[in-house]
């Protein structure tokens, strides 16, 4: 089978797909709404629809207050567990609970305190500003002690290890780094980077929102420290759904969380008047967990438990390098540029295309077109000029890529994108 | 209609009770499931099965990550200001989200922070275990320059104004305490307290986490300072609803919250590397709303507001007034004590019986007993001897109320708690 811009040639790509039943599995009722946004929100799972709505109609309205005693309490050790399984750590290493930002702030509040010798939290410039704001709240929340250094990156893409490796010294106390970049999806070698951090002394923690469900994750054989990550992008959670944390098991016990909550407490339910941290990874729960938005996590987990990670990234691989295949041969004459590393061993599961029109074309892509009344396209925009798409194995097909690829070919050609205004509405 | 412990008057008063109506907008299918713990776990209204079921069907499943511009951003300050109606607030002084543990953390930080000239955190024994936890940890997390100082109560009901008066000093920080106690239902004056926190130069924060939805509330016109609630329990928002936070309009600004998030800058979306506070209560968000919890949330406020809070509370009191008049009658001569302060005034929506073998008259509570294979009461226990009994006014009926203590007299009389283990199951 020859490579080749023709539909005929991404439509071969799908027959051969082995995941391609997984597309089943999730409620997709309008085939020409060509969703490449499932890094910022993942599809709905077919599955989770009977599941909360047994979880609304019989748990709450039925069992009442009786579904604490009947699996709720447990839920973010449990549904923790069962993460683990997707990146690589022990079923007691991990927790589903509060949000991204929040167990960020947890864990780096941790961190700092307990290498309170050390005054360097190392970050980087194309971190999540989400990140970075957390970071800044919890140096001056104690007391200004820390500084962050950010490495710098002329082009968002690629940063090599000598330069990490200058940046870590014996005053770093923290390195806190997103493994995969939102814009550009560039991947650090997380392995190498938390050696480097040890080496030095220092803490390795790693956000892992665009990682995991994304790209195979061993937290344990890489002796990771730290790392948090969200559950509505590549798992499918949910809007809002409850993020998760992982600390290393020898690490638990050694550190204090900076928010003593009822669910971190060692026995809740004797109501004492002191706070005494629970042994392990329960320390890092607060308070109650949200149920409803708990609970569509599940059957999300299990569809890409069933898959397996090593099937899903290779995928994942074939489907971003026709992409830029594509792009390349199509796209790169109307003036667009690769905005994602080449090599897909420094990439995720999404691809950004640069182009100084990038928000005018975004907003062409969701509407249809003249043309055609039902082609819709959703990627997502990045200031300053990133089209970013999201490949989401599990139900993105080739022939997705093909239209969608076409389509801002499409709008370029035909200067559609002139007819919108530049005024940016709130996008994810 | 004389007053008596017979049936018929419950079943008068439910005759006559013009809110009986609201009751049919819950989902009840079992009316021999007499439901008293709507003050840990609200009931299921009717119209939030649809809504919920929208919100996963087409708000998750079709609209997916447009959602976010059609309305999921704005949700936490949406429902805020529809919140603030019922507490006597401004819409901008209010934001649903996060817990109540964590909007306590961070309003207390940002508190202590903001009177960091004064050391005392002033707070009492009979508040929330989980609210003293996380004053020790914001109180340890910045430095400990400040000391938590407990108003004490021996029968953990009452507290006179005049003990508060002695208990604030100049060097009062903060003035934290829970509206309605946990375990008595003990109500402080919000009002006069408040004044006198700001009489010592103080700020007053309170926990309503009990009395949200069960007491009317005018925090504008009691000039409170902070606030925040909770909104499964008497709201009925669903298991771990997202909680609310209420800071007083003058006061937002110059507040500084402890943890810097996302949803708190001023212009998330321009990427920008520095945090900078939104004007005003966005900078009291963190990030992104957990959406399936936070819809459970309208369609229940909606019930509330159409109800009236004053015609509600009108009701608790006549239905915890005949609660008490009943365990006079019935259970004092069976060795039970009322653990709740007897005048209404000084009394939020549940009352609690003590009792040493509390914990096995409520197991035995749950089941239903060998003379009536269908009639069963949820209460709850609260070390080491409290059974709480909680009236929701909109669908707890006078009926529901005789029931429930008639059961109790049985279960004393003929010993059938004697057959339940001591050993205790974790209870909300």
């Not at 995928?315 to 790169?332: D, F, G, M, P, V």
Request: aromatic share 10%; glycine share 6%.
């Amino acid at each position: 089978m020859e490579k080749s811009t023709e539909e005929v040639y991404a439509l071969q790509l799908d027959n051969q797909d082995t995941l391609a039943g997984f597309r089943e599995r999730f409620v997709i009722d309008d085939p020409d709404l060509i969703y490449l946004d499932g890094n910022s929100l993942g599809r709905l799972p077919q599955a989770t629809v009977p599941h909360l709505q047994d979880v609304v109609k019989n748990q709450w309205g039925k069992d009442l207050v009786r579904g604490w005693n009947r699996g709720w309490f447990e839920k973010p050790g449990q549904l923790g567990a069962k993460l683990a399984d997707l990146i690589g750590a022990e079923p007691d290493e991990v927790l589903v609970c509060d949000t991204t930002s929040l167990n960020l702030f947890k864990l780096t509040a941790a961190a700092l305190r307990f290498r309170v010798d050390r005054s360097i939290l190392l970050s980087d410039e194309f971190n999540f500003p989400s990140d970075l704001y957390v970071f800044q709240g919890v140096i001056e929340l104690l007391g200004n002690k820390h500084r962050l250094k950010l490495l710098k990156s002329e082009d968002s893409i690629t940063i090599g290890d000598q330069r990490i490796q200058d940046a870590i010294t014996e005053d770093t106390a923290l390195v806190a780094l997103t493994h995969v970049a939102f814009k550009s999806a560039f991947m650090y070698e997380m392995e190498s980077v938390t050696k480097l951090a040890h080496q030095a002394g220092a803490l390795a923690l790693w956000d892992l929102s665009h990682s995991v469900g994304a790209v195979p994750l061993k937290l344990n054989e890489w002796q990771v420290d730290l790392a948090v990550g969200c559950t509505y992008k590549y798992l499918n959670g949910g809007p809002g759904a409850p993020a998760f944390l992982y600390v290393r098991k020898d690490l638990q016990n050694q550190l204090i969380p900076p928010i003593w909550g009822w669910f971190a407490d060692q026995s809740p339910f004797d109501f004492n008047l002191d706070f005494t941290p629970a042994e392990g990874i329960s320390r890092f729960q607060i308070s109650t967990p949200h149920i409803l938005s708990m609970m569509g996590i599940e059957p999300a987990l299990d569809i890409l438990l069933e898959a397996g990670m090593g099937h899903l990234r290779e995928k994942s691989i074939q489907q971003t390098e026709y992409l830029i295949y594509l792009a390349q041969e199509w796209l790169n004459p109307l003036g667009f540029q690769l905005g994602s590393p080449l090599d897909p061993i420094q990439r995720g599961s999404h691809v950004s295309l640069r182009h100084p029109e990038a928000y005018r074309i975004c907003r062409a892509l969701i509407d249809p077109l003249p043309d055609d009344s039902s082609l819709r396209v959703i990627p997502d925009f990045r200031a300053p000029d990133n089209i970013r798409l999201g490949i989401a194995p599990l139900y993105t097909t080739y022939s997705d890529i093909h239209r969608a690829l076409n389509r801002i070919k499409t709008i370029l050609e035909d200067g559609i994108y002139q007819e919108y205004s530049k005024k940016q509405l709130k996008v994810t």
